[in-house]
């Protein structure tokens, strides 16, 4: 019998902006290089696995904000989803110490400019990125959204919390050239039919995710909506039928059904 592996905590944030030319909500995506292991070439949103970096900043709540009534484990995702989001994008969701805005994009750019290549190679922890710049992690800026663990038997498990969070303004964003080969503001609609065509390789939570965010007209309306909404874990369960291969997740977890076609068996 096949040990089953446990899952790894991580993170993920749907960073979202309202565009005024399409009339529609868009979301910054980054397509995956093809030679990473897991996901290798899908459009997905930024994120990646907490570490132990992220809890030596839980030691110092002076350099976060609206993480007081939040566990260990809670803050860590969070920290880890803010972290993840800076190194793969190099969008910050931080305010300068004293400051009740969000870091301007210019000092943002700046900051960037500086420490993301180090921190990506591990030349410099995100403590000392915070610490140097007097930077306090907007902790309070993430809205809870989804949470996926990825079923046993998979060779790779997440236990990944999805966050909401409205873009600092002008911070645009840009891939890392070596995670992720590309990256895009698209809105869900876009992604979805670039997922249909092939232009996209979309993962199932992806998929899901995108549909239901693509019901908000607006990003105020998507922030409204997940707000202090409880979060369902989905497991999905994986079962054969007919020749074919259906996930099974809960119905409350509001994706508009419990099984799912995703293709046929090989």
Same mark, same amino acid.
């Given at each position: 019998?096949?040990?089953?592996? &446990?899952?790894?905590?991580? =993170?993920?944030?749907?960073?979202?902006?309202?565009?005024?030319? /399409?009339?529609?909500?868009?979301?910054?995506?980054? *397509?995956?290089?093809?030679e990473i @292991?897991?996901?290798?070439?899908?459009?997905?949103?930024?994120?990646? =696995?907490?570490?132990?970096? @992220? $809890? +030596?900043?839980?030691?110092?709540?002076?350099?976060?904000?609206?993480?007081?009534?939040?566990?260990?484990? =809670?803050?860590?995702?969070?920290? %880890?989803?803010?972290? #993840?989001?800076?190194?793969?994008?190099?969008?910050?969701?931080? !305010?300068? /110490?004293?400051?009740? &805005?969000? *870091?301007?994009? $210019?000092?943002?750019?700046?900051?960037?400019?500086?420490?993301?290549?180090?921190?990506? @190679?591990?030349?410099?922890?995100?403590? $000392?990125?915070?610490? @140097?710049?007097?930077?306090?992690?907007?902790?309070?800026?993430?809205?809870p959204?989804?949470?996926?663990?990825?079923?046993?038997?998979?060779?790779?498990?997440?236990?990944?919390?999805?966050?909401?969070?409205?873009?600092?303004?002008? /911070? %645009?964003?840009?891939?890392?050239?070596?995670?992720?080969?590309?990256?895009?503001?698209?809105?869900?609609? +876009?992604?979805?039919?670039?997922g249909?065509?092939?232009?996209f390789?979309?993962?199932?939570?992806?998929? !899901?995710?995108?549909?239901?965010?693509?019901?908000?007209? =607006?990003?105020?309306?998507?922030?409204?909506?997940? !707000?202090?909404?409880?979060?369902?874990t *989905?497991?999905? *369960?994986?079962? $054969?039928?007919?020749?074919?291969? /259906?996930?099974?997740?809960? !119905?409350?977890?509001?994706?508009?059904?419990e099984?799912? #076609?995703?293709?046929?068996?090989?």
């Open positions: 019998m096949a040990e089953i592996v &446990a899952p790894r905590p991580a =993170s993920t944030i749907l960073l979202l902006r309202d565009s005024a030319a /399409q009339g529609e909500i868009e979301v910054f995506m980054m *397509v995956r290089h093809y @292991d897991f996901n290798s070439g899908a459009l997905v949103f930024p994120g990646g =696995s907490v570490d132990k970096g @992220d $809890k +030596e900043i839980i030691a110092n709540p002076a350099l976060y904000s609206g993480g007081e009534e939040l566990d260990e484990a =809670s803050l860590s995702f969070r920290i %880890a989803a803010i972290r #993840e989001t800076f190194e793969e994008s190099g969008i910050l969701l931080a !305010r300068p /110490q004293g400051s009740n &805005a969000l *870091v301007d994009a $210019k000092r943002a750019g700046e900051i960037e400019a500086i420490n993301r290549a180090d921190l990506c @190679d591990g030349k410099i922890s995100f403590l $000392k990125v915070l610490t @140097d710049n007097g930077m306090l992690l907007a902790l309070d800026e993430l809205v959204y989804a949470h996926w663990i990825t079923p046993e038997g998979m060779p790779k498990r997440f236990d990944t919390w999805f966050f909401l969070a409205a873009a600092p303004p002008e /911070q %645009a964003g840009a891939h890392d050239g070596k995670e992720s080969t590309d990256s895009i503001w698209v809105s869900p609609r +876009e992604a979805l039919e670039g249909e065509t092939g232009r390789k979309l993962p199932f939570p992806t998929t !899901r995710n995108l549909i239901k965010l693509g019901k908000q007209a =607006s990003v105020k309306a998507a922030l409204d909506d997940s !707000r202090g909404k409880p979060v369902v *989905v497991t999905p *369960v994986m079962t $054969k039928l007919n020749g074919g291969r /259906q996930l099974r997740i809960p !119905r409350e977890a509001g994706y508009d059904g099984v799912f #076609e995703v293709g046929a068996l090989g």
